[in-house]
Nanobody, 126 residues
Framework: QVQLVESGGGLAQAGGSLRLSCAAS????????MGWFRQAPGKEREFVAG????????NYADSVKGRFTISRDSAKNTVYLQMNSLKPEDTAVYYC???????????????????WGQGTQVTVSS
């Protein structure tokens, strides 16, 4: 079982940037697709970004495309989410997640992921 711990959240002004990290322990995540999701108050959890196990393919929600970048560092067993040009509507708790099965393409659906972090709060002020 892999444990995922997010960090890097906090308060940012509109137009600013934050970089989220997701550190894995317990086993390597280098063979697993990874994803970032977010959940705002009163809303359902939604897909933000995903990366395949090789790190060669990514996918983004339309709302963040061109502003957010997902990446991974297998040597550090860590996945990142670089968030630029932040908007107040990006305010949410951000979760990283690991695919249930190895060697798969980018996953887009929450049910594909078997391990989740505890989340990190991102608040963007206008």
């Amino acid at each position: 079982q892999v444990q995922l711990v997010e960090s890097g959240g906090g308060l940012a002004q509109a137009g600013g940037s934050l970089r989220l990290s997701c550190a894995a322990s317990g086993r390597t995540i280098s063979h697993y697709a990874m994803g970032w999701f977010r959940q705002a108050p009163g809303k359902e959890r939604e897909f933000v970004a995903g990366i395949n196990w090789r790190g060669s393919s990514t996918n983004y929600a339309d709302s963040v495309k061109g502003r957010f970048t997902i990446s991974r560092d297998s040597a550090k067993n860590t996945v990142y989410l670089q968030m630029n040009s932040l908007k107040p509507e990006d305010t949410a708790v951000y979760y990283c997640a690991a695919d249930q099965s190895p060697y798969r393409s980018v996953r887009l659906t929450a049910t594909d992921f078997g391990s989740w972090g505890q989340g990190t709060q991102v608040t963007v002020s206008s």
